[in-house]
């Protein structure tokens, strides 16, 4: 009777984590886009040449996701790279439910095991993200695997002599589990360590053998990881490259709206000689951040409390954008249902999302009241998670391994809770669920205003704009200043064609107002046919006499273009003529303010991006 009612709600929980996100994906296929089409790449890249050739991707991700869909496209060739990867996403989301139920077998009750399941199936945040090709949804495997493992351990250790077989196959079980998480994600060797510890039976009281099985356990993979990206990139480490740039993007003016902006425009106006030097650009990026983080302390302070107070009610919210918000991420004729269901959710995210934070506050206290190292355990990797993205950079996606290793300790200290003394158990459970709701409340009341405030004075004044142009394979550049209006955003060359952004130094900017990039136009080579381009990205059109984009070349228009006038966007082609040795000629690109209303943002909807092609 009891194996059968344990091959019942094993197959209950697979059901429930996997239709759910099946049937999600299937019915909004979601398309990946910027980091994670990126991720996609990578795993082509890998799938065609091998995975330790090098290339332009190991600065920007971590190779264990990569590495897995290389693998599927073997399995599954000439089938389409996006389609499975996303289904593989969404098969090892649904996945999650089992773990807890499997590991805790023997340790903790049926109806807790059942529990934990049900509530990581039924996780609506995570069912709609699911689709979505991150690394954040593939880390879950990893972060819950070892946290159940490291729970087990903790549970049982009371009650187990300190010989029990078990644990030194449990250490090299946990220490493989650790890797795997670093290799998704670089900074979860911090947030699974205290998981890893726990996981391998090493405490304080521990004999010196368990720390020995410990380093063995997590030494070796972690070497092996390291001597992967080093023998693939010539860098023996386990961290990418880009990781300064990230944490620059995080304290930059203007960054508070979206946690993260693009950090070139500021580097440009601070230290314009990086951007001609990547290698000394990815190494100094980090101390740039620092001394930002030194001008506005308070600011600082303040921003990162309200990031993390957003994000704690918002984080599966605005992670909702890359499944079913963004434009480019589902087909045309899906994208009005997409918008209309990310709407319908929005509201019950956040106070799930509040509920959670609440229930794991009321946790933390249960685990501190009754020592409950299971629930510390994993509370402390929760914290050190949002210590990270406090610190570093935070985009709501970043906290599903948070919100799962909170649905883990909510469940432990419930059944702490249970099965404590009856004269102890009602105080304690008034004081955490009064202190939880207390919480809630609060996040719910004051994440708005902190929100507000804090974006209202994230202010900055007209900077100075130094920065390039480049096209590949043509040796011609626009030396370009902006010293008025904004440069919003710059992408640095590669292989591909460079551009630049442009805009009103005011979202509503007032009749007369512009923003112009004064450049200088070279070459070097044969002089070959250049082309620069102008986009207009206002479609609707109807709004004539609001804003005019202006092309000047040597004091002479070449272009004018009331830009919301007529209907559609595009790129506006116009010709330079032959660039190259010995050419210098002066090209204005200008956007200006005719008369727009105010309110409706022109500024916003004007900007102008430019860029130089063969």
């Known amino acids: 009777m009891k194996r059968y009612r344990e091959t019942l709600a094993f197959l209950l929980l697979l059901i429930l984590g996997l239709v759910p996100r099946l049937a999600f994906v299937t019915t909004f296929p979601t398309i990946p886009t910027s980091d994670f089409i990126t991720l996609v790449a990578f795993g082509q890249f890998f799938h065609d040449h091998g995975i330790f050739t090098n290339g332009w991707f190991w600065e920007y991700v971590n190779p264990g996701l990569p590495v897995i869909l290389s693998g599927l496209f073997a399995i599954f060739p000439g089938s389409d790279p996006q389609s499975v990867a996303r289904l593989a996403t969404a098969f090892a989301c649904g996945l999650l439910p089992i773990l807890p139920f499997l590991i805790w077998r023997g340790v903790l009750p049926f109806w807790v095991r059942l529990l934990t399941g049900a509530s990581l199936a039924l996780w609506p945040g995570q069912i709609f993200f699911s689709g979505v090709v991150a690394q954040d949804n593939w880390v879950l495997l990893p972060t819950v695997a070892l946290a159940a493992l490291a729970v087990r351990s903790l549970v049982k250790a009371p009650v187990k002599s ?11 079980i946990a220490g493989l589990l650790l890797v795997a998480g670093v290799a998704m994600r670089q900074e979860m060797l911090i947030v699974l360590f205290p998981l890893f510890l726990a996981a391998a039976g090493v405490t304080f009281r521990g004999g010196w053998w368990r720390v020995f099985v410990a380093v ?12 992967y990206r080093g023998v693939a990139t010539g860098r023996f480490t386990l961290s990418t490259e880009h990781s300064g740039l990230a944490i620059l993007g995080a304290y930059i003016p203007g960054a508070a709206a979206n946690a993260w902006t693009d950090p070139y425009p500021y580097v440009a106006s601070v230290r314009p000689d990086l951007l001609r ?30 990031g993390m107070c957003t994000f704690a009610v918002r984080g599966e919210e605005v992670s909702e954008y890359w499944s079913l ?7 045309p004729a899906l994208h009005e249902r997409g918008v209309t269901l ?16 609440g229930l794991f506050l009321a946790a933390l206290i249960v685990g501190v009241w009754r020592r409950n190292w299971a629930v510390l355990v994993l509370a402390s990797a929760v914290l050190l998670k949002f210590a990270i993205h406090a610190a570093v950079a935070a985009q709501g996606r970043y906290f599903f391994p948070a919100t799962a290793l909170e649905i883990l300790a909510i469940a432990v200290a419930a059944y702490e ?34 929100e507000l405030y804090v974006q209202s004075h994230d202010t900055d004044q007209q900077r100075t704009y130094h920065f390039p142009v480049e096209v590949a394979d043509h040796g011609a550049e626009l030396d370009c200043v902006v010293n008025h209006g904004l440069l919003i955003s710059l992408s640095l060359p590669r292989e591909t064609t460079q551009n630049a952004a442009i805009r009103t130094l005011q979202g509503d900017p007032p009749w007369g107002d512009s923003a112009a990039a004064v450049c200088e ?15 207009d990205p206002y479609a609707p059109g109807g709004y004539p006499d609001r804003m005019l984009q202006r092309v000047e070349v040597d004091g002479v228009e070449v272009y004018s273009h009331d830009l919301a006038k007529d209907p559609g966007s595009g790129w506006a082609n ?19 303010a005719i008369r727009p209303d105010a309110g409706p943002g022109w500024g916003n909807a004007a900007v102008t991006t430019f860029q130089l092609t063969r």
């Open 162 to 172: 300190p010989d029990d077989r078990e644990e030194r196959p449990r250490a090299f």
């Open 216 to 227: 063995f356990a997590a030494g070796l993979p972690l070497l092996a990881l390291v001597a």
């Open 277 to 306: 030097d990547r290698k000394a650009l990815l190494s100094q990026a980090a101390l740039l951040a620092f001394r930002e983080a030194l001008r506005r302390p308070g600011f600082q302070s303040l921003r990162i409390l309200q």
């Open 325 to 331: 918000r963004a434009d480019e991420v589902l087909p």
């Open 342 to 357: 990310a709407n319908l959710a929005g509201a019950p995210l956040r106070y799930e999302m509040a509920v959670i934070q």
């Open 417 to 450: 809770v249970l099965t404590a003394i009856p004269a102890g158990r009602r105080m304690m459970l008034v004081l955490a669920l009064g202190v939880g709701i207390a919480f809630t409340l609060g996040l719910l009341l004051v994440r708005l205003r902190l």
């Open 521 to 535: 136009l070279t070459g070097t080579g044969k002089p070959r046919p250049l082309t620069l381009q102008v986009m």
């Open 574 to 592: 116009l010709p330079l003529g032959d660039v190259g040795e010995g050419t210098k000629r002066k090209v204005v690109i200008e956007v200006k």
